[in-house]
């Protein structure tokens, strides 16, 4: 499984940006994709997921309401829209995989990850 992450930035705090997740090297129908952020100093914490079969989703309390995961089965990519911008946003941003029916949110339990893209989000 091959993940590419793209569509980090700088944006103003309110903003939006949307990140990109392109999969390669297996059926997804029966996986579960992540997305997980690291901020400096911090440990890489669960910001959303989704089941690629039925398009169920997940979200960490802060970012409920502000972010969308969303996947295009035609193009074997994962989104993540991201609205409302805070600077405590700010991170370097991982999609991920793994094989699975129930979302988990530890990092550990996903074997496949794509390269962080850096999401700065000034005040």
């Known amino acids: 499984v091959q993940l590419q992450a793209s569509g980090g930035g700088l944006v103003q705090a309110g903003g939006s940006l949307r990140l990109s997740c392109a999969a390669s090297g297996r059926t997804f129908s029966m996986y579960i994709m992540g997305w997980f952020r690291q901020a400096p100093g911090k440990e890489r914490e669960f910001v959303a997921g989704?089941?690629?079969?039925?398009?169920?989703?997940y979200y960490e309390e802060s970012v409920k309401g502000r972010f969308t995961i969303s996947r295009d089965n035609a193009k074997d990519t994962v989104y993540l829209q991201m609205n409302s911008l805070k600077p405590e946003d700010t991170a370097v941003y991982y999609c991920?995989?793994?094989?699975?029916?129930?979302?988990?949110?530890?990092?550990?339990?996903?074997?496949?990850w794509g390269q962080g893209t850096l999401v700065t989000v000034s005040s």
């Open positions: 989704i089941l690629w079969s039925r398009g169920r989703t």
């Open positions: 991920a995989a793994m094989a699975g029916v129930v979302v988990t949110t530890t990092p550990e339990s996903y074997p496949y």
